[in-house]
């Protein structure tokens, strides 16, 4: 089986440096060509998380591409939510009708919420997986990654369209890959509460690490920010029990203890808006106030910091080069 991890970003590259170190085959996929070009040239520097650092070769190509044909592929999609669009759909279908059977599978690892249903139209009956993980890493230039934090990577058992997939061969060596890598890995039956316990976390700690540009860490060690944070929290947590998205709990502990393991981490949203990027911030707490509005909720908090977030982000110019 083939393995093409799309997008080179932290996650991307931790994953695909760690499968390639274990023996897999895998191609990682870059949105530049000169970060193909980098890491083609020079390979991964993976540090791990007792802080050695390793470098792995491994092929790497720019989207758009030619496509080298197998007869087995499972793309892993660790781009951000807001680059699923006709581009990256139309590269995707070229990578995955390159092999010579109907073996071919999707695994989302984004953030939030409405890209699987994006992908489901551009890419027809292709069977489509998410999956959630919480490992974390941070990467330091075009062909460095630092694994910041342990964690465990969850797949659902079914498709997008309900199907049943657990012994499906791609899916299963999948598994196997990933947890010959060092992962740990878990097959879901219940992969929407994960979901949406992992979308209340990111809706608490993204934004409002980006609104004070401080890291997940520094976050609640001000009063004031605890206190906001513990509001958008029960707004959140609020619209999606109501909706019967999550059973009735107390999922704020799991929020501290997610600031404190990755303390010095900067969320993703906090490098966007930095870097004047466009944020995730519609399909996290966008997805939460759509909720709301369904139910007949107000969601001001959440309503307050998408135009916030929204307002950071500056024109830029994407490198081609």
């Not at 993976?46 to 070769?57: A, D, E, I």
């Not at 307050?304 to 929204?310: K, N, T």
Request: glycine share 10%; charged share 20%; net charge neutral.
């Amino acid at each position: 089986m083939h393995i093409d991890v799309i997008g080179a970003g932290a996650i991307g590259m931790m994953l695909a440096a760690a499968l390639a170190e274990s023996g897999a085959h895998v191609t990682l996929w870059t949105r530049t060509r000169r970060q193909a070009r980098l890491i083609q040239q020079y390979g991964v520097l993976r540090h791990n998380l007792q802080g050695g650092g390793k470098v792995v070769h491994l092929p790497c190509r720019a989207m758009g591409e030619a496509v080298v044909t197998s007869s087995e592929r499972c793309v892993v999609l660790t781009v951000k939510s807001t680059a699923i669009n006709p581009e990256l759909t139309e590269q995707l279908r070229g990578i995955l009708n390159s092999g010579r059977s109907e073996a071919v599978t999707v695994i989302c690892l984004q953030n939030g919420i409405g890209h699987v249903e994006i992908l489901t139209e551009a890419l027809g009956p292709i069977p489509i997986h998410i999956a959630v993980t919480t490992e974390s890493a941070k990467r330091e230039d075009e062909r460095t990654v630092r694994h910041t934090g342990a964690g465990g990577i969850w797949l659902s058992n079914r498709d997008q369209f309900g199907n049943e997939t657990g012994d499906a061969p791609v899916q299963k060596k999948m598994l196997q890959s990933l947890e010959k890598a060092g992962f740990t890995t878990f097959l879901s039956n219940d992969i929407s509460t994960r979901i949406y316990r992992k979308l209340i976390v990111n809706a608490v700690i993204n934004p409002l690490t980006a609104l004070y540009h401080v890291t997940n860490g520094e976050l609640p060690k001000e009063s004031c920010r605890l206190t906001l944070m513990r509001r958008l929290y029960e707004e959140s947590a609020a619209v999606f029990i109501k909706g019967g998205l999550l059973p009735p709990g107390d999922y704020w502990q799991s929020i501290l203890d997610i600031c404190e393991a990755t303390s010095r981490n900067r969320s993703s949203m906090l490098s966007d808006v930095q870097a004047g990027r466009e944020t995730e911030i519609a399909f996290i707490n966008g997805a939460i106030a759509a909720k709301g509005r369904e139910l007949g909720m107000l969601t001001p908090l959440n309503d307050a910091l998408i135009v916030i977030i929204q307002g950071y982000r500056r024109p830029w110019d994407e490198d081609k080069g």
